[in-house]
């Protein structure tokens, strides 16, 4: 497994003519690496170490995707990033009926410690940064990936990482909830606690405006949301006993890259700008790094067309450059089938290579905030700033964030924004390249190569089955109930869940012990 260095001196230092530029432009907006970041999170940025390539993947079952990893890591890919299949997001094993039809669909299917084994296999998780996209279950999923870690040799101090672990846009925006928003504010807040100590490189939480721009929210509102949310976090751990230095500087964010080039950029610089200033004013932190927004940036997958998908290269390409020129501190850049069916090893490839072009031939990583300065983006960066700010303190009028999901303010605010699109891109005032402008053409038509595994259920099944014949069930059932107890109490459930899921117990049968303690939750009806 071979992984492209990441270090100083990889781009030219001075342009194609000679021309040997300064570190940053425009001092006195201020500089990168002091609060409040807007002009990135340190100091050399990009001159001094690029941003992650972390290609997100995941499919089939686990031995599947581990080959799709260790492809992606020959390539030069960077870290991991995880895509889980909907009964795991939720929390059913793979025999249960309600994952009928949908086992290894849209991720990859993992249920048990012997699935975490095969998924990393032949990956040293103490030199690979990880990232799972996992909010409902993140508790569990992450005592799994600690428990094979151990099985590797490896503790947990050493792991790096993120866990999504963000309930709320969950009920905001994606639906992949199991249990009510109180239950399971208190399985994140565990899972900060835990994290804070006992893996001090791992980020507890990637606070996710990502999803909620994909179901249709503006820009203003992708960062008004997320930080929005990101203070109720922040709320909570500290409510919760925890100092806020012990824990926020391992906070991360994750934003979609769009089309609108400066008003992405311009996104990046206000959401960077305005987390320092709420964390200031909210929590006065006495570390600096505390008040430091770090994100990753996943190019916009509701902006792929299914219409002359290639040009869909063009948009990645796009926002990927946003992104980087926004200051993100990972990438990963969808690829052009995506609009059709999950990326076939050569779509992922391209979408790999994409980002390298950008970072060793484009030039924009010799210059720190290489947009910052002008009058167009900064005018931007502050009109985005002010609105966002505007709608945080509506939130705040309605008790915060997790009031205002549950009364349907944000999802509802979502619906309008998606609505007032739709009707541009009908109307034709909004043009979409192949869809409403421009349709007929010489593309040429695509060979979508990826296939789902028809028997792969089956196979789950199967393999799920022998999990339970072989695993010690009096032992699993003891610590099931060990974790069943300490859930009707205020105990931090995370050394609980890591003992289980490495004596035998199952992702569904711990979401089911949870479930019988914390009950379930029916979202608000909204239009």
């Not at 940053?24 to 100091?43: D, H, S, W």
């Not at 672990?165 to 109180?182: H, M, Q, S, V, W």
């Amino acid at each position: 497994m071979s992984r492209e260095p990441n270090r100083p001196g990889e781009v030219p230092a001075a342009t194609s003519s000679g021309i040997e530029p300064k570190q940053v432009y425009a001092p006195e907006l201020g500089l990168p690496g002091v609060p409040p970041f807007l002009r990135g999170p340190y100091p050399t940025m990009y001159r001094g170490r690029l941003w992650t390539m972390r290609q997100y993947a995941g499919f089939g079952d686990a031995a599947a995707t581990n080959r799709r990893f260790r492809y992606l890591l020959e390539q030069g890919q960077m870290g991991l990033s995880t895509a889980f299949d909907l009964p795991t997001q939720i929390g059913y094993d793979p025999d249960h009926p309600m994952a009928s039809g949908e086992v290894g669909r849209v991720g990859v299917s993992i249920a048990c410690v012997d699935d975490l084994d095969e998924l990393f296999a032949a990956i040293p998780l103490d030199q690979v940064s990880t990232s799972m996209t996992i909010n409902a279950t993140a508790s569990i999923l992450l005592a799994l990936y600690v428990a094979a870690a151990r099985r590797q040799g490896i503790p947990a101090a050493k792991l790096s990482g993120t866990v999504q672990n963000d309930i709320l846009k969950e009920y905001a925006a994606r639906g992949t909830y199991r249990f009510p928003p109180a239950a399971s504010m208190r399985l994140v807040t565990d899972v900060i606690a835990w994290t804070a100590s006992a893996t001090p490189r791992w980020n507890s939480i990637s606070i996710s405006g990502y999803h909620m721009r994909e179901a249709g929210c503006t820009a203003v509102q992708e960062v008004a949301f997320t930080l929005a949310h990101g203070l109720a976090y922040v709320q909570a751990a500290v409510a919760a006993g925890l100092d806020v230095d012990a824990f926020a500087s391992r906070v991360s964010f994750f934003f979609a890259a769009h089309n609108d080039l400066f008003e992405e950029v311009a996104k990046f610089r206000a959401a960077r700008r305005l987390w320092a200033r709420l964390m200031q004013e909210r929590f006065a932190p006495r570390k600096p790094e505390s008040l430091m927004l770090r994100f990753h940036t996943q190019t916009g997958g509701s902006t792929l067309t299914a219409q002359q998908p290639q040009v869909n290269i063009a948009r990645v390409t796009l926002q990927a450059l946003a992104a980087v020129l926004g200051g993100t501190q990972s990438l990963h850049t969808n690829s052009w089938d995506e609009a059709l069916a999950l990326p076939s090893e050569a779509s992922a490839l391209l979408a790999l290579r994409t980002q390298q072009v950008i970072a060793a031939e484009s030039g924009v990583t010799r210059v720190v905030d290489p947009l910052g300065g002008s009058p167009y983006v900064e005018a931007l960066t502050d009109e985005i700033e002010a609105r966002a700010r505007t709608l945080i303190e509506k939130i705040d009028t309605l008790g915060g964030a997790v009031a205002a999901v549950e009364a349907g303010f944000v999802q509802q605010e979502i619906h309008r924004s998606a609505w007032i699109e739709q009707q541009a891109i009908e109307r034709g005032t909004k043009v979409v390249v192949g869809v409403n402008q421009h349709t007929a053409g010489d593309v040429v038509p695509p060979t979508v190569e990826f296939r789902s595994d028809e028997g792969l259920e089956a196979r789950r099944r199967e393999q799920f089955a022998d999990f339970r014949s072989r695993r010690d069930s009096g032992k699993a059932r003891d610590a099931r109930k060990r974790v069943a107890d300490a859930a009707a109490t205020k105990t931090n459930l995370l050394p609980l869940l890591i003992e289980a899921v490495d004596s035998g117990a199952t992702l569904g049968e711990l979401c089911t012990d949870l479930e019988a303690v914390f009950g379930t939750y029916r979202a608000p009806v909204v239009f």
